[in-house]
């Protein structure tokens, strides 16, 4: 993979601390992007790989996390970087192990998904566009939640 070295210097850039790939292991599940698991001797990363042009899609994606992590209601991952070369665009997260601990009570996930759920707005929408999948996701804000859906979510 031709961008393991510029990830892990960007990784080091924004912790502050020299990291150096020594195991990339590839996790199942994603449907549009390659997802690994990226070590060194002491942290561990989770890292989203696509295509070069997909670095709006991973920069979106990291202010959604941003978001929801400050709404102070579920726990996600954290964005550490993301970037692109001529080979690929990735993300960065903070990795969570979520097969164990406080991470695999669905009881749990759903007040947490409710409680971020009833935090509310005035307009409907969000500040940037973003993307379900590889769709486009458009998020320009409407007062109306009927015409916010129909036009943006159901119509697009």
Known sequence: MHAWHEISTQISTATNSNFK???TNPIGGGCINQTYCIADSTQRYFVKLNK?????MFEAEAAGLMEIHQSHTL?????????????????????????????????ELGRQLAAMHH???KEFGWVRNNT???????????SDWIHFWQTHRLGH
């Open 75 to 107: 726990r996600v991952p954290l964005p550490v970087c993301y970037g692109q070369n001529d080979h690929a665009a990735w993300l960065v997260l903070e990795y969570l192990n979520i097969n164990t601990g406080t991470h695999s009570n669905p009881s």
């Open 21 to 23: 790939i020594k195991e």
């Open 132 to 142: 379900i999948g590889p769709t486009p996701q458009i998020n320009t804000t409407s």
């Open 119 to 121: 935090i509310t707005s």
């Open 52 to 56: 070069p042009g997909s670095l709006a």
